[in-house]
């Protein structure tokens, strides 16, 4: 794609090539987005951001955990090919990458500054946060890396644990504590200035109001709203409790969905009461919107330093959240909420657009390298979406494709424009025609009337992973 030539920051004269800004946050679904269509979570920094860029609506992760997610999507393979596929194998990153480049090593290599701010690659949350270290980094990414220290679920604030985990609170101790899936929520006291969202801005704040001589890229994780759901109380005050809407559920909601395609749900969270379940959607609201908060204060000063005019952002989310639909909750499912992410692209000179074609996170190493004129790497697995940028008409994607699971018992979506195919490892599967049933309430697979179309997406499948399986 070729960006419209215009007026440089004085700091940037000596290399016209754009800058990246590569926002993520943790654990964010598109549906929590007022830009995406909520109606009740207000976020006016990235509604902006979106108002200027290309909004895409069907993007998918390659895995819907954090770990893995993350690691497909900066290098560029299938979390299959890298032999990614779940949180304790993310520490292999360095190990399993071998020679081939990283998203952002690529960046170095072409004399670009690179810089990670928080969680980019995978990271405990809160044990990684609340001892203020790296987690399983990629060193390699990096000519600067900084991490933060936070209280998390130990800050100041009136404390409320809404799911049933046994959580353990001994004093100097980090890990394994319980809070790593617990609706625990701190309404906090004070603005916030020592959450790890806060400091994460200030740093991306001092870098962009640096003179570069280089191009940069910059790397900025957020990592609300991943549990625990801490923010200052102000945050909480749009959002009461009773006032919450829950999704809209049919009594006979499981009658189709196999076994295996039940996840995390009100009962194995012991959410049994309705206010409970409006409590999480206020305290999730609530991080997101303080979240959105430090996305402002980020993009504000990119726009004072008069950056804007050659910087490419994106924003996105590592993967989906259900936040009740079919009465699940978080990530580690197939289906569209906790599959589906939101992104954002904004690129100097672009006319604004919303784009319905179908696109996955592994597609933004070579969409980003495209748009700055790097050589990507033979190894990548996605595919650009640059050209949907200038054409939101356009496909790039017959399908796109998301797993889950470590093998031999490894889960799969496909995901086509018209609909969603999950294989369980049991034999079972899934099949949504997703034009007429969006919210995935009538599952069709094994239906007579269907029996051509999922032969189709399972010879689509059995492809596809021959192709992705090492």
Same mark, same amino acid.
């Given at each position: 794609?070729?960006?419209?030539?215009?007026?440089?920051?004085?700091?940037?004269?000596?290399?016209?090539?754009?800058?990246?800004?590569?926002?993520?946050?943790?654990?964010?679904?598109?549906?929590?987005?007022?830009?995406?269509?909520?109606?009740?979570?207000?976020?006016?920094?990235?509604?902006?951001? !979106?108002?200027?860029?290309?909004?895409?609506?069907?993007?998918?992760?390659?895995?819907?955990?954090?770990?893995?997610?993350?690691?497909?999507?900066?290098?560029?393979?299938?979390?299959?090919?890298?032999?990614?596929?779940?949180?304790?194998?993310?520490?292999?990153?360095?190990?399993?990458?071998?020679?081939?480049?990283?998203?952002?090593?690529?960046?170095?290599?072409?004399?670009?500054?690179? !810089?990670?701010?928080?969680?980019?690659?995978?990271?405990?949350?809160?044990?990684?946060?609340?001892?203020?270290?790296?987690?399983?980094?990629?060193?390699?990414?990096?000519?600067?890396?900084?991490?933060?220290? !936070?209280?998390?679920?130990?800050?100041?604030?009136?404390?409320?644990?809404?799911?049933?985990?046994?959580?353990?609170?001994?004093?100097?101790?980090?890990?394994?504590?319980?809070?790593?899936?617990?609706?625990?929520?701190?309404?906090?006291?004070?603005?916030?200035?020592?959450?790890?969202?806060?400091?994460?801005?200030?740093?991306?704040?001092?870098?962009?109001?640096?003179?570069?001589?280089?191009?940069?890229?910059?790397?900025?994780?957020?990592?609300?709203?991943?549990?625990?759901?801490?923010?200052?109380?102000?945050?909480?005050?749009?959002?009461?409790?009773?006032?919450?809407?829950?999704?809209?559920?049919?009594?006979?909601?499981?009658?189709?969905?196999?076994?295996?395609?039940?996840?995390?749900?009100?009962?194995?969270?012991?959410?049994?009461?309705?206010?409970?379940?409006?409590?999480?959607?206020?305290?999730?609201?609530?991080?997101?919107?303080?979240?959105?908060?430090?996305?402002?204060?980020?993009?504000?000063?990119?726009?004072?330093?008069?950056?804007?005019?050659?910087?490419?952002?994106?924003?996105?989310?590592?993967?989906?959240?259900?936040?009740?639909?079919?009465?699940?909750?978080?990530?580690?499912?197939?289906?569209?909420?906790?599959?589906?992410?939101?992104?954002?692209?904004?690129?100097?000179?672009?006319?604004?657009?919303?784009?319905?074609?179908?696109?996955?996170?592994?597609?933004?190493?070579?969409?980003?390298?495209?748009?700055?004129?790097?050589?990507?790497?033979?190894?990548?697995?996605?595919?650009?979406?640059?050209?949907?940028?200038?054409?939101?008409?356009?496909?790039?994607?017959?399908?796109?494709?998301?797993?889950?699971?470590?093998?031999?018992?490894?889960?799969?979506?496909?995901?086509?424009?018209?609909?969603?195919?999950?294989?369980?490892?049991?034999?079972?599967?899934?099949?949504?025609?997703?034009?007429?049933?969006?919210?995935?309430?009538?599952?069709?697979?094994?239906?007579?009337?269907?029996?051509?179309?999922?032969?189709?997406?399972?010879?689509?499948?059995?492809?596809?992973?021959?192709?992705?399986?090492?």
């Amino acid at each position: 794609m070729a960006l419209i030539a215009l007026p440089l920051a004085a700091a940037q004269v000596e290399d016209a090539r754009p800058n990246v800004l590569f926002i993520i946050s943790d654990d964010l679904t598109a549906g929590a987005l007022s830009c995406y269509g909520n109606t009740q979570c207000k976020t006016p920094a990235i509604d902006a951001l !979106a108002a200027r860029g290309t909004r895409f609506t069907r993007t998918y992760c390659q895995y819907p955990v954090c770990g893995p997610s993350r690691a497909s999507m900066l290098s560029g393979l299938y979390a299959n090919s890298l032999e990614i596929m779940n949180n304790a194998t993310a520490t292999r990153i360095g190990k399993n990458l071998g020679d081939r480049l990283s998203l952002p090593q690529l960046f170095k290599r072409e004399g670009y500054f690179t !810089a990670r701010v928080s969680k980019v690659y995978h990271m405990l949350v809160p044990g990684d946060i609340t001892r203020g270290v790296h987690g399983p980094d990629h060193p390699a990414s990096w000519v600067e890396r900084y991490s933060f220290e !936070a209280p998390e679920w130990r800050s100041v604030g009136r404390h409320e644990h809404l799911s049933n985990e046994t959580l353990r609170k001994p004093k100097n101790k980090h890990y394994s504590l319980g809070f790593g899936t617990a609706f625990y929520v701190v309404q906090g006291e004070g603005e916030g200035s020592e959450q790890v969202d806060v400091q994460a801005a200030n740093k991306a704040i001092e870098i962009l109001t640096r003179e570069h001589a280089q191009p940069f890229f910059l790397a900025l994780g957020f990592v609300r709203p991943h549990v625990p759901l801490v923010a200052p109380a102000r945050y909480f005050a749009p959002y009461p409790a009773e006032a919450m809407q829950l999704p809209r559920i049919p009594e006979d909601d499981w009658l189709d969905i196999p076994k295996a395609g039940i996840p995390k749900n009100s009962q194995t969270f012991g959410l049994d009461t309705e206010l409970k379940k409006r409590k999480v959607l206020q305290a999730y609201y609530a991080s997101v919107s303080f979240m959105d908060a430090q996305v402002g204060r980020v993009l504000e000063t990119l726009a004072s330093q008069g950056l804007e005019r050659n910087t490419i952002v994106v924003f996105t989310s590592d993967h989906g959240y259900h936040m009740g639909e079919h009465e699940f909750w978080q990530k580690s499912s197939l289906h569209e909420e906790s599959a589906r992410t939101p992104l954002i692209i904004v690129a100097p000179g672009q006319q604004p657009a919303v784009c319905g074609s179908l696109a996955q996170l592994v597609d933004l190493y070579p969409t980003l390298a495209e748009m700055c004129g790097l050589q990507p790497p033979e190894h990548l697995q996605g595919k650009s979406l640059a050209r949907l940028l200038e054409d939101p008409a356009q496909d790039v994607h017959e399908f796109v494709y998301c797993a889950f699971g470590s093998p031999p018992r490894v889960s799969h979506l496909l995901r086509t424009r018209r609909h969603a195919y999950m294989a369980w490892p049991d034999g079972t599967a899934e099949l949504y025609d997703m034009q007429q049933d969006p919210l995935q309430f009538t599952n069709l697979a094994g239906r007579e009337e269907v029996q051509q179309i999922q032969r189709r997406l399972e010879a689509q499948l059995k492809s596809h992973l021959e192709e992705i399986d090492p």
